[in-house]
């Protein structure tokens, strides 16, 4: 570190004033004394602890949160929390301010933030984030081709491997019911790869396979409702544990057994499913190590060194006996046949 009499006369200030900035930065640890009359050493950076604060921005408020998704939430909070950071939930979700990007950005400009923690966020949300000064990495959510981070499961081969499986089972019908971040303005990666799998087998895939709906409770139930008044489904893949328990709830109600009439399968995993006679074949995956990859990602911020990586983790696709063959259908693949529409 230049001397006293350097550093006043480069600053144009006093050396009593840098004296006892030097002597502010000994105390912080940034720099270290060798003794009179010789010249201060400067610290690594990684020895300097700073507090950064981390704003979540939540797709529902925490109590409608998805259990495994609410989770996941409370643990990145705490252990970011942990490593001497402050961190705080948005105000309102996303789902609050019904999925206006506009309005979204209006709050997020009203929160102090050093950073953010996306989730779940649109594709027109995370292209602002992409193009704004402050770091921001996406748990879940669209990132393609943008200059954000991103972490999450890589979902792509379990949603191969549920439509595989249903299509030697037989099932022509097949109802992929899906987040709105997930449908629009086109569909998500997995989405498509899912619809494109029933093209490959001869299905002319429309909107009855990938449906839009209202994503409310009631949303969903009208939706079922319809999916089952004309063309019933014979699968159903089914985003979100509290979903597909509501579905199972549909079902019994209707005396629709799974099984024997429509299969089921959940693209995420909850202890809740443990509770099921029935076993639901769902998609698993590590949730710590995406905890992990958030807590690494804001220690280099700390450090000054922000990353626009995508790390995703893998997910296995579990089978359980809520899938099973199609009504009357002989097993094995199958091409052509018409399509119903919604």
């Known amino acids: ?35 009179r009359g010789r010249s201060r050493t400067i610290n690594q950076p990684r020895e300097v602890r700073r507090t950064l604060r981390v704003g979540i921005l939540l797709y529902e408020p925490p109590l409608d949160e998805a259990p495994q998704t609410s989770q996941v939430l409370f643990q990145i909070r705490h252990d970011l929390e942990a490593a001497g950071n402050e961190v705080f939930f948005s105000t309102k979700s996303q789902s609050q301010l019904n999925f206006d990007v506009r309005r979204i950005i209006s709050h997020v400009r009203d929160h102090r933030a050093d950073a953010w923690i996306v989730t779940a966020g649109s594709r027109g949300l995370l292209e602002w984030f992409a193009g704004q000064a402050i770091p921001c990495i996406a748990l879940y959510g669209r990132t393609d081709g943008l200059a954000l981070a991103r972490t999450g499961p890589d979902k792509m081969a379990a949603y191969l491997a549920t439509t595989r499986r249903l299509l030697e089972l037989g099932h022509r019908r097949i109802v992929l019911i899906s987040s709105r971040s997930r449908r629009i303005p086109v569909p998500g ?45 014979t699968a159903l893949i089914i985003e979100q544990t509290p979903r597909v328990i509501a579905a199972v709830q549909f079902l019994a109600q209707r005396g629709i057994q799974v099984p024997g009439r429509v299969s089921l399968v959940c693209t995420d995993y909850d202890i809740a499913l443990d509770w099921c006679q029935t076993s639901i074949a769902h998609m698993r995956w590590d949730n710590d190590l995406i905890i992990r990859r958030i807590v690494r990602w804001v220690a280099a911020l700390k450090k000054g060194r922000a990353d626009h990586k995508t790390i995703n983790y893998p997910v296995k696709f579990i089978p359980g006996s809520s899938v099973g063959p199609a009504p009357g259908a002989a097993l094995g693949p199958k091409t052509g046949g018409g399509t119903p529409s919604l």
Not at 1 to 28: C, F, K, N, W, Y
Not at 215 to 230: A, C, N, V
């Open 189 to 233: 990666n997995v989405e498509q790869a899912f619809l494109d799998e029933l093209a490959n087998h001869g299905i002319a895939t429309s909107n009855y396979h990938l449906p839009d709906w209202e994503e409310t409770p009631k949303g969903f139930f009208d939706l079922l409702e319809t999916l089952f008044r004309h063309t019933p489904p």
């Open 1 to 35: 570190m230049p001397g006293v009499v350097r550093l006043a006369a480069e600053l144009d200030i006093s050396p009593a004033t840098v004296q006892v900035a030097l002597r502010q930065l000994e105390d912080e640890g940034l720099l270290a004394a060798r003794g």
